[in-house]
């Protein structure tokens, strides 16, 4: 079965045809020089062209358009309800009207932190396994969750905000209007406050960074500069409190862990591993905790399952 798959990310829109579980063509297209979606469009339509027919194939011949977009969607209508900075415009188009007018096909929208389960589900490191979470650590800190198989959604797409669970009640002041969430303590935005407030940010390497980001905190870290070493550890509690949160509310048989962040997996999921078998209450036995195996394409992946499933 051939489908669209658009994967809207923060700096990135990657665009893809897939046949189920194989990637035909795929591009990415770099969307940090714009927030506005409709201005991204012609380039979208352009580049769906052009991999369409490096795949050999006709819009016609694919079920549908998939589209992952960083906010929330309501289940049912596809209709994008919330976004956070990026791509504000998107919730007055209709995106429904645009590809069914360039492309002669039916789009359906899903968070991208859900589409990227579903990818990990169909073709990935979650691959027949009905209760999974997944935690995503980049830009922000996406999460979804898997129960009997189908996705959690709630009644208004909000499930699971994973990153919006609060793990400081006294914490920082979130974008979504929180207080405390991990994402406003330790996600990629968030991350030069923490590190500029913290005690000697003056005398530590970090303020010389051309860009404190988590590449940079985990090199100066491992350097043995003092400051990022703390930033570091806080970064790793935060994250380590929100898996045992979203284990706690979902009882997974597996949490998944990706984005960007995770290319240090090597540090990142030992602490985790060692936090949740110390704090989770996990009496049946040890969870699987284990890294996302589509790292770039897990969400382009969730193409397919998104477009076959009925949302009941
Ligand atoms: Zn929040």
């Known amino acids: 079965m051939f489908a669209l798959s658009i994967d809207m990310g923060g700096s990135h829109v990657g665009c893809a045809v897939v046949n189920d579980a194989q990637i035909l063509s795929h591009r990415s297209l770099d969307s940090s020089v714009t927030t506005s979606l409709e201005s991204l469009l012609p380039a979208i339509a352009a580049t769906v062209r052009e991999l369409l027919s490096q795949a050999g194939i006709s819009a016609a011949d694919c079920t549908g358009v998939a589209l992952g977009f960083p906010g929330i969607i309501e289940p049912r209508s596809g209709r994008i309800l919330a976004t956070l900075k990026k791509y504000e415009d998107a919730k007055d188009l209709d995106l429904s009207s645009w590809w069914k007018d360039y492309f002669g096909l039916e789009v359906r929208i899903e968070n991208d932190a859900r589409m990227a389960l579903l990818g990990e589900h169909y073709a990935g490191a979650a691959r027949g396994i009905r209760d999974v979470v997944m935690m995503t650590l980049g830009t922000g800190i996406g999460g979804a969750a898997m129960m009997l198989g189908r996705l959690v959604r709630g009644t208004h797409g909000q499930a699971c905000l994973g990153g919006h669970l609060p793990v400081h009640y006294r914490g920082r002041a979130c974008v979504c209007g929180n207080i405390g969430c991990a994402e406003a303590e330790a996600a990629g935005w ?42 570091k550890e806080h970064c790793l509690a935060i994250w380590s409190a929100n898996v045992v949160g979203l284990i706690h509310a979902y009882d997974p048989t597996i949490v998944l862990l990706g984005g960007g962040v995770m290319k240090s997996a090597e540090i990142i999921l030992p602490h985790l591993r060692r936090h949740v078998a110390k704090h989770a209450w996990t009496a049946w036995g040890s969870l699987d905790m284990r890294p996302a195996s589509l790292p770039d394409t897990a969400a382009l992946l969730g193409a397919i399952p998104l477009l076959t499933e009925e949302i009941p």
Do not use: I
């Open 190 to 231: 968030s991350l030069p406050n923490v590190a500029r407030e913290w005690t000697g940010f003056e005398s530590s390497a970090l303020a010389d960074a051309k860009q404190v980001d988590f590449r940079t905190l985990f090199r100066l870290s491992t350097e043995g500069d003092p400051v990022a070493m703390a930033v």
